[in-house]
């Protein structure tokens, strides 16, 4: 971990940033064309979608971190979101994600990239 504090302090302060604008297109996007209704009265989509764009952003760091400062970053970083699982899953309560499944459908990556997306994204389940 010690060996990439410089680079993860230096790619956080814009990373992000970055994340954030990146995952508000995306999803913004995915949700026009999935005809699904963001902030209306349906109380668990709202809570799936909050889970949702966490989740979105949370990975997106981990993608681009992976790519600014290497492999080894990217996977301390994953093991950093992973123990703090807990906290993450207070977030993403309810059953099962058909949401997080139609945006997997949805985004146009490689296989690994979509795997690598898959193994952050992954820590955000909705618990049953």
């Known amino acids: 971990y010690v060996a990439n504090i410089e680079c ?3 790619f956080f ?10 995952a508000r297109e995306t999803l913004e996007d995915f ?3 999935s005809n699904i209704e963001v902030g209306g009265l349906d109380d668990a989509l709202n ?4 889970c949702l764009e966490m989740g ?7 993608m681009r971190l992976g ?23 207070s977030q993403c309560e309810g059953g099962p994600s058909a949401l997080k499944t139609k945006l997997y459908n949805y985004m146009e990556v490689d296989d ?5 997306f898959k ?10």
């Open 47 to 50: 809570a799936e979608i909050r």
């Open 67 to 89: 790519e600014s400062c290497g492999e080894s970053a990217r996977s301390a970083f994953v093991t950093v979101v992973r123990r703090l699982r807990g906290v993450m899953e």
């Open 13 to 22: 302060m814009v990373g992000t940033r970055l994340c954030s604008l990146e």
């Open 119 to 128: 193994e952050t994204f992954e820590l955000f389940r909705r618990k049953r």
């Open 112 to 116: 690994e990239r979509m795997n690598k």
């Open 8 to 10: 993860f302090r230096g």
């Open 56 to 62: 979105f952003e949370v990975t997106c760091l981990s």
């Open 31 to 33: 949700y026009a064309k």
